[in-house]
């Protein structure tokens, strides 16, 4: 189930936030973990049980791995965990294609499995991954198995992230509070994150659809295509991150934030400070520090951060492209690490042209079919291969959506809180703005309604993760 | 006001919700003319293989309510706030609505040739005068002023009248502008293209009458184009033309072998008004002059546009036969009409050259 569709935002949600506030404390835990089980059946009716064995599996080896720990039978168990929880990652999401690469090396032809993706399952893994993982560092295992699989299966965060460590929620699982401050803090956050995936993310997505589907290309198309991509993939995966956020908070969770207005970057590691902070940060602690993290020699400095970034490429997707796109990235921060850092602080017009070049390229390959069709779009760009310079088609999808380019750019910069923010200084300004914010939400969620039951462009990018 | 912005999101989700469980659903959207989704069963293997979700999904979006409310509301936020060109491929310039209808399909304009070129080498000889007639889209008297993409309408001819070399060329789209078609609706506005008609009739090699009484529909006619753009938007008037050759005339529904009339004034008053003219979409129809001049037969291959210019002709024929190959595989249309000694006229409009997948 989507977050952006009818069925959730008018059957599910006012369901489960009714029968949440109607139970008693001891029970909402219980209440949101059968409708996130639901949630998720409805979606992937067939692999609740594979979900649930998962679950069933992490909290067992977390209760074996904090009563072994500090012993070599608790480090056995941890690293039995994690290999059964990545194993199941590796069958569903990328046996396919070592199958593909294995059949294209040996000149074999074993079939494909062709299974499908169960939704959601790189976050719940490296979910699981990380409560084992912070169990064997020292964190207390969840007794109680209902918390345990409202943790994995919560269903603002199940889908897409952010990805919430077991030790972030501990506390909240057991003892949270909920007032109405956070509750409309929450509905705040999660109208926009709903404002940003269907009225911005979507209508970008159908200017990157109506190009690829042109036999008009152009480098003027090549550019807004590019341009457009780097805002849709934004505004898709942080405005789901907001909902989750926002519905975390009307359930009283306090979820970390997933995005920092990425695009201000003045760097490349700036760059992953702000966009999907929690992979990173998850990347950073079970990954790169274990293998040495800065504290070794240069040399293996890189082989890190290379082994990180082609693993988080892979995370995104069982494909080439997806492992250039990180092993790109990995590039780019060696390079700054090196060198370019220091040059970066000099020229602030020049390190925000470099960030968003470098990310526009890196986001034509991560949205390219195969790496073919990336080094081709690489090249319209720049008008290789004969393209033209401007064809009537992109010169109207541009007046089409320039408005709606527009209101991307500036929502992608902190104008609009730094704007609000001003406003608030006042006591005046501050009370016209908590007078109007509830209106203006409800218009927003009239609009956002019209634009659900008109429109049958709603896909939701990070699903495929 | 943290508490009004809670209640006010519950009162708006339960409202919502209430309102989408309870309130009657249609199953009809006039607006769409489409039928809407129901309510998938609920059966343990529905739900197991995911296909109750997803119908439930449609069924929700179909049935949600006050739909034709909301999608004005998305129509006016997207051409009013977005400013965009149009809404789901619909624009509205100087009152009239048109669908983008773009880029220039050459695979399909190809696909109509070879159907055409069929039924030419199947069915006819030498003995049969061939003629080809291609009508204009809306869009072609309004995308460019309008700033909305618009094909080469003249490429389009051209590479027509090159393909069809077996056919005579008409060209009719000089006598066309845009108030000669409907400003909610796909279709041209009969009153107004009885130069067209003459036209063809003068290439073809006959002469109608100029006998013409002018009715207009009491009722407001709301073309298809008006449920697609969801804009609050002025309705057409229906305006349809009689002779008096008329009365001398039997029509023929060939699909479903039974007499039927010029003009069907039950469909007139129904939901496509424009289908009105012989009754709309059928695969066969035979028009027969009982008290014509000569005997002087033509047979047209048409879209839904032919069905508003084929009264405007019958005073030239003793007979005239109306085909839909969208509807009737040409491959058994030698059961049912005869060529002999008949013109033929290939009449198509560019919307379906465009989108000859139609085409059967």
């Given at each position: ?11 599910f ?8 506030f ?14 996130s089980?639901?949630?998720?059946a ?5 692999y609740i049980l ?7 599996l ?7 791995v ?14 039995l965990?994690?290999?059964?929880s990545?194993?199941?990652l590796v069958?569903f999401?990328?046996?396919?294609f ?8 040996t ?12 939704i959601g399952i790189?976050?719940y893994t490296?979910q ?15 007794k109680?198995i ?5 943790y ?6 199940l889908i897409?992230?952010?990805i919430?460590r077991y030790?972030d929620i501990?506390?909240?699982?057991e003892?949270?509070?909920?007032s109405w401050?956070?509750?409309a803090?929450g509905?705040r956050?999660?109208?926009?994150g709903l ?11 159908e200017?990157?659809?109506?190009f690829r589907g ?7 198309f090549y550019w807004?295509y590019?341009?457009a ?5 934004y ?6 991150s907001?909902m ?6 009307i359930?009283?969770?306090r ?5 920092n207005?990425p695009?201000i970057?003045a760097s490349?590691?700036e760059f992953?400070?702000?966009w999907h ?8 602690d079970?990954v790169?520090i274990?293998l040495?993290g ?6 293996r400095?890189?082989f890190n951060?290379?082994?990180?970034w082609m ?12 492992i250039?796109?990180g092993l790109?990235?990995?590039?780019l921060?060696m390079?700054e ?5 220091k040059y970066?602080?000099k020229?602030k017009?020049?390190?925000?042209i470099?960030?968003l070049?470098f990310?526009?390229?890196s986001?034509?390959?991560f949205?390219?079919q195969?790496m ?20 009537a088609q992109?010169l109207y999808?541009?007046s089409?959506?320039?408005v709606i380019l527009?209101?991307a750019?500036?929502g992608?910069?902190p ?5 609000i ?14 007078r ?6 409800m218009?927003?969620l009239l ?8 429109g049958?462009f ?8 | 006001?943290?508490?009004v912005t ?11 919700f ?24 609920f ?7 995911g296909?109750?979700?997803?119908d ?7 049935t949600?309510?006050?739909r034709?409310?909301?999608r ?11 400013f ?7 624009y509205?310039?100087?009152g ?11 695979d399909?304009l ?7 070129r069929?039924?030419y080498?199947?069915?006819?000889t ?17 995308a460019k ?6 094909m ?8 027509m ?6 056919a005579?060329?008409i060209?009719i789209s ?7 078609y ?5 279709h041209?506005r009969?009153?107004k293209i009885i130069?067209?008609?003459e036209?063809?009739?003068q290439?073809?090699?006959t002469t109608l ?8 529909l009491t ?5 298809v ?5 969801a804009?609050?938007?002025e309705?057409?008037?229906?305006q349809?033309?009689t ?7 039997y029509v ?5 072998n039974?007499?039927?009339t010029?003009?069907d ?9 424009y289908e009105?003219?012989?009754s709309g ?8 002059n009982?008290k ?5 037969k033509l ?5 839904s546009?032919?069905?508003s210019?084929?009264?405007l ?10 085909v ?8 058994y ?16 409009s560019?919307l379906?050259?465009?989108?000859s997948?139609?085409?059967?």
């Amino acid at each position: 189930m989507l977050f952006s569709s009818i069925t959730f935002l008018y059957y599910f949600l006012p369901l489960t936030i009714g029968l949440y506030f109607l139970f008693p404390k001891c029970l909402k835990n219980m209440v949101l973990l059968l409708s996130s089980l639901l949630f998720y059946a409805w979606g992937e009716p067939k692999y609740i049980l594979l979900m649930g064995s998962s679950i069933v599996l992490g909290y067992g080896f977390g209760l074996l791995v904090e009563k072994y720990r500090g012993k070599k039978l608790g480090q056995v168990f941890c690293i039995l965990s994690v290999i059964i929880s990545l194993s199941f990652l590796v069958y569903f999401k990328y046996v396919d294609f070592f199958i593909t690469n294995f059949n294209a090396i040996t000149g074999l032809n074993i079939p494909l499995l062709k299974v499908v993706l169960p939704i959601g399952i790189s976050f719940y893994t490296f979910q699981m991954i990380s409560y084992i993982v912070d169990i064997y560092r020292g964190e207390e295992a969840q007794k109680n198995i209902i918390y345990m699989a409202a943790y994995i299966a919560m269903f603002p965060q199940l889908i897409a992230g952010p990805i919430v460590r077991y030790s972030d929620i501990a506390k909240q699982l057991e003892t949270r509070t909920h007032s109405w401050d956070m509750a409309a803090e929450g509905i705040r956050r999660f109208v926009s994150g709903l404002a940003k995936k269907v009225l911005l993310a979507n209508q970008l997505g159908e200017l990157c659809n109506v190009f690829r589907g042109s036999d008009e290309k152009s480098v003027l198309f090549y550019w807004l295509y590019a341009f457009a991509f780097g805002l849709h993939i934004y505004f898709d995966f942080s405005g789901y991150s907001d909902m989750a956020i926002g519905l975390g908070k009307i359930f009283g969770f306090r979820f970390l934030e997933n995005f920092n207005y990425p695009y201000i970057s003045a760097s490349i590691t700036e760059f992953w400070r702000r966009w999907h902070i929690s992979l990173g940060s998850w990347f950073r602690d079970y990954v790169y520090i274990p293998l040495g993290g800065n504290r070794v020699k240069r040399g293996r400095q890189f082989f890190n951060i290379l082994m990180v970034w082609m693993l988080t490429g892979f995370w995104h997707g069982a494909a080439w492209n997806f492992i250039v796109w990180g092993l790109f990235f990995a590039i780019l921060l060696m390079i700054e690490k090196v060198w370019l850092l220091k040059y970066l602080k000099k020229s602030k017009v020049f390190s925000h042209i470099y960030v968003l070049f470098f990310v526009m390229i890196s986001f034509i390959i991560f949205n390219a079919q195969d790496m073919g069709q990336a080094f081709l779009d690489i090249k319209g760009l720049f008008g290789i291969d004969g393209v033209p310079i401007v064809s009537a088609q992109a010169l109207y999808c541009l007046s089409s959506f320039f408005v709606i380019l527009i209101i991307a750019v500036i929502g992608a910069t902190p104008a609009v809180p730094y704007g609000i923010k001003m406003v608030c200084h006042k006591p005046i300004g501050e009370k016209i703005i908590n007078r109007i914010e509830p209106f203006v939400l409800m218009v927003l969620l009239l609009v956002i309604t019209a634009y659900l039951v008109d429109g049958s462009f709603n896909p939701f990018l990070y699903f495929r993760f | 006001m943290k508490k009004v912005t809670c209640i006010l999101f519950a009162v708006f989700l339960a409202a919502g919700f209430l309102l989408c469980v309870f309130l009657p659903k249609a199953q009809y959207s006039d607006s769409e003319r489409r039928k809407l989704a129901s309510m998938p069963t609920f059966q343990a293997q529905n739900i197991w293989n995911g296909r109750f979700m997803t119908d439930f999904e449609t069924y929700a979006v179909d049935t949600f309510p006050f739909r034709t409310a909301f999608r004005t509301l998305k129509a006016v936020t997207a051409t009013n706030v977005f400013f965009k060109k149009d809404n789901n491929d619909i624009y509205v310039s100087d009152g009239f609505i048109a669908a983008v209808e773009y880029p220039f399909n050459e695979d399909s304009l190809n696909r109509a040739v070879k159907r055409f070129r069929y039924i030419y080498e199947t069915y006819l000889t030498k003995n049969n005068k061939v003629f080809l007639s291609i009508i204009p889209d809306k869009n072609c008297f309004l995308a460019k002023d309008s700033g909305h993409l618009s094909m080469d309408y003249r490429e389009f001819e051209e590479q027509m009248k090159q393909k069809m070399d077996f056919a005579q060329y008409i060209s009719i789209s000089e006598l066309l502008e845009k108030d000669d078609y409907y400003k909610t609706d796909t279709h041209w506005r009969q009153e107004k293209i009885i130069d067209v008609a003459e036209r063809l009739a003068q290439n073809m090699g006959t002469t109608l009458s100029s006998n013409y009484k002018l009715h207009t529909l009491t009722h407001d006619f709301y073309g298809v184009y008006y449920g697609q753009a969801a804009l609050p938007l002025e309705s057409d008037v229906l305006q349809y033309v009689t002779q008096d050759v008329f009365d001398e005339c039997y029509v023929y529904d060939g699909q479903n072998n039974k007499e039927i009339t010029m003009y069907d004034m039950e469909k007139a008053a129904g939901r496509d008004p424009y289908e009105m003219f012989l009754s709309g979409s059928l695969s066969l129809v035979i028009l027969n002059n009982l008290k014509a001049q000569e005997d002087k037969k033509l047979i047209v291959f048409r879209d839904s546009f032919g069905s508003s210019i084929a009264p405007l002709l019958i005073s030239g024929y003793s007979q005239i036969t109306l085909v839909d190959i969208r509807y009737i595989q040409p491959d058994y249309l030698g059961q049912f009409v005869h060529f002999d000694n008949c013109d033929v006229l290939f009449l198509y409009s560019t919307l379906v050259l465009n989108n000859s997948e139609t085409l059967k």
